[in-house]
């Protein structure tokens, strides 16, 4: 008998799920599709305004994190962080960094810039498996 086999008669007598089954790990690939398609969606072809950036980013996020909990991402015990950054963007560089800790077999983060002639857009999506 094979460990996944036994991790999952375990699971089924215990009651306790202490790893997600192999379709429902957390896929940067597919999360980065959803950044991409969410921040095209609120900044495709716009410009930068400072009294719109909290309303971008708020609906950006939004955006993310409702389509990360829909029932076919079969992310049913993660929690997820979703964290925007928009600026200016006037050929300067930025830095933009973050820690976290966490179990890696089962925990993961995706991320996306978006760039144009007038503005920039960090998004880093966190995925923590709820034990």
């Given amino acids: 008998m094979d460990v996944a086999t036994l991790s999952n008669k375990l699971n089924e007598t ?16 597919k999360v980065q599709e959803i950044l991409y398609s969410c921040i095209s969606d609120v900044l495709g ?8 950036c909290a309303e971008w980013t708020k609906a950006i996020t ?18 997820f962080i979703v964290q925007c950054v928009i600026g200016e963007n006037k050929g300067q560089g930025v830095k933009y960094g973050c820690r976290c800790l966490w179990d890696s077999d089962t925990d993961g983060m995706a991320e996306y810039v978006y760039l144009n002639e007038s503005l920039f857009c960090a998004v880093a999506a966190f995925g923590i498996f709820y034990y």
């Fill in 14 to 29: 215990t009651g306790y799920v202490v790893r997600p089954n192999f379709e429902e790990k957390f896929r940067s690939t």
């Fill in 45 to 52: 072809g716009k410009k930068f305004e400072q009294e719109a």
């Fill in 62 to 79: 939004v955006n993310i994190r409702d389509r990360l909990k829909a029932a076919n991402m079969k992310f049913d015990r993660y929690k």
